[in-house]
């Protein structure tokens, strides 16, 4: 088949609608549009499916977690060539930091140990983590705003696009979905406060379990949901 993702007549049911994600039929139904089934006959009714005010199927939190951990992977793949140095640098300081520890606790040495890491390792560190962001922000404005879906959306199947309007995100709102998630794993890291800002973007990361409309808190900034599918266009 090559029709595009939406709703059409259940194959295996002509009294309900099955959605069809432009490559596949999933299994999520509901009432076949037209006059309802005279009462008590009871096809075509189920659990009401978490959907965008036009009808799009909403993805679940699972295929939003693979797909974050395949483009997450392809990020740090492409940022390579620019940031392979700066992590070789650090992981060489990393271990000369460590050594160090284990041969003064080796010695007998039990007090003093400066627990924080030192200044040579953030040196390589930090250039590396601001230039992976970057490359980040070029991936998912690249492929978001031209088709809504980044390569690691489209392997599990769905993608993103402004709630109330189909087709792809526009730059700005893209911007603003990536500006939250990156601003709070910066301030993460930031002494004192960062514990409580990983804790916010812990609660961004599983906020779309509980939400009604399935959206993450960057989601509610852009005013953008994650749905099955492709998007197909933009009116």
């Given amino acids: 088949m090559s029709f595009p993702a939406g709703w059409y007549d259940d194959p ?4 309900q609608q099955r959605y069809w994600d432009g490559g596949f039929w999933t299994d999520y139904r509901r009432p076949r549009e037209g ?13 009401t499916v978490p959907s965008t005010p036009d009808g799009v199927p909403l993805a679940g939190w699972w295929k939003r977690v693979g797909a974050r951990f395949l483009d ?34 080796s010695a007998g ?45 489209k392997i599990v199947g769905i993608s993103v696009r402004l709630r109330d309007v189909a087709g792809p995100p526009p730059p700005l709102a893209v911007a603003k979905r990536y500006g939250l998630v990156t601003g709070l794993s910066l301030l993460g890291a930031v002494p004192l406060v960062g514990s409580l800002i990983s804790l916010i973007g812990l609660l961004d990361y599983l906020w779309p379990l509980w939400d009604d409309k399935k959206q993450a808190l960057h989601d509610k900034v852009a005013a953008t949901n994650v749905v099955l599918g492709p998007q197909q266009h933009r009116p």
């Fill in 12 to 15: 295996q049911d002509p009294m």
């Fill in 35 to 47: 006059p309802p089934p005279y009462q008590g006959q009871g096809f075509g009714y189920g659990p």
């Fill in 72 to 105: 997450g992977l392809i990020v740090l793949i492409a940022s390579l060539p620019l940031t392979g140095y700066f992590w070789y640098q650090y992981l060489g300081a990393f271990i000369d930091y460590e050594r160090e520890i284990f041969d003064r606790a």
């Fill in 109 to 153: 040495e039990t007090t003093g140990f400066d627990t924080t890491l030192p200044a040579e390792l953030y040196k390589w560190m930090i250039p590396a983590t601001l230039i992976a962001l970057v490359v980040g922000f070029a991936y998912e404005y690249f492929f978001l705003t031209r088709s809504g879906s980044t390569p690691g959306k």
